[in-house]
């Protein structure tokens, strides 16, 4: 299977994915991807979340591969009260 990315996953990637290694989990996965929601009418659907989906599914599959926060260098004022 191909390096997945975090920043280029798709939906796609993902069903395939879970289809070939762990089909158990396709309702959990149909349950993190998509939440309720209402139209101005008043109809409910449910709508898709990409964001929330990739992140759940990395968290579960592919740890590795979220990115992690850089470290935050002092700012000039924070150097120079400690200097």
Known sequence: MEKLEYKTLTLEQMIAYIDKNAPKDKQWFKGVATQKK???????????DHFKARE????????????????KKPTKAEILANW
Do not use: T
Not at 56 to 71: G, N, S
């Open 38 to 48: 209402i139209d101005k009418e008043g109809n409910e659907y449910d709508a898709y």
């Open 56 to 71: 759940e599914f990395c968290k579960k599959y592919m740890p590795d591969i979220i990115p992690v926060a850089k470290p």
